[in-house]
């Protein structure tokens, strides 16, 4: 009987440490978000579609909430030109944003990397055999893990990075997606769901 006391106070524990996924998109609207830009945010059919406005200039959506330590899910389709982003830990104004993207882009461009704007680039790339993971025109599950100084990045099922970085360890900051500039670009978005660590 001791024993089993001392693993349910273990499984208490352990239950309380954890804590629970909540979904960032509802599917039906754009609460808990804020757009920055005039690029299109909007719902359709369930799914959040990012699309180029008239002005063909950067755009995001950035959640309301500052997220340090998560595990942040979602999948991701593209059409036309397809380049976007994920943004972590990251502060806006205006357009211009500071962070650092998990890059979403057409195929042999680098989707699953990290980069810095406004600082110091490519952080780092996938390996090269890796490109290919990417299903372009169709849907992909990407997973981000960001605790620390550590971020690992997984593009379906497929681990794409894991290195760790000081300054990242540092920052704390917005999740946002991204649409690149130069017009033409339409990605849409779903199952967008976080766990902080």
């Known amino acids: 009987?001791?024993?089993?006391?001392?693993?349910?106070?273990?499984?208490?524990?352990?239950?309380?440490?954890?804590?629970?996924?909540?979904?960032?998109?509802?599917?039906?609207?754009?609460?808990?978000?804020?757009?920055?830009?005039?690029?299109?945010?909007?719902?359709?059919?369930?799914?959040?579609?990012?699309?180029?406005?008239?002005?063909?200039?950067?755009?995001?959506?950035?959640?309301?909430?500052?997220?340090?330590?998560?595990?942040?899910?979602?999948?991701?389709?593209?059409?036309?030109?397809?380049?976007?982003?994920?943004?972590?830990?990251?502060?806006?104004?205006?357009?211009?944003?500071?962070?650092?993207?998990?890059?979403?882009?057409?195929?042999?461009?680098?989707?699953?990397?990290?980069?810095e704007s406004y600082g110091r680039g490519w952080l780092i790339k996938p390996e090269a055999d890796k490109e290919n993971v990417l299903n372009y025109g169709d849907w992909n599950k990407m997973k981000i893990r960001v605790e620390g100084d550590k971020v690992q990045t997984w593009l379906n099922g497929e681990e794409m990075v894991n290195f760790s970085d000081e300054k990242i360890g540092e920052a704390n900051g917005k999740i946002a997606l991204q649409i690149h500039d130069g017009g033409g670009i339409k990605v849409s978005w779903r199952n967008i769901k976080i766990r902080e660590l």
């Open 1 to 115: 009987m001791k024993n089993t006391g001392i693993l349910l106070a273990l499984l208490f524990v352990a239950l309380v440490g954890c804590k629970s996924e909540s979904n960032l998109f509802n599917g039906k609207d754009l609460d808990g978000w804020q757009v920055y830009g005039t690029e299109k945010w909007y719902v359709e059919d369930g799914l959040l579609v990012s699309e180029s406005g008239p002005d063909a200039e950067y755009g995001y959506l950035a959640t309301d909430k500052n997220y340090k330590d998560f595990e942040l899910e979602l999948e991701f389709l593209q059409e036309a030109d397809g380049n976007s982003g994920v943004f972590f830990r990251s502060d806006i104004e205006g357009t211009k944003i500071s962070g650092w993207q998990v890059e979403v882009a057409p195929p042999d461009l680098h989707t699953g990397g990290v980069y």
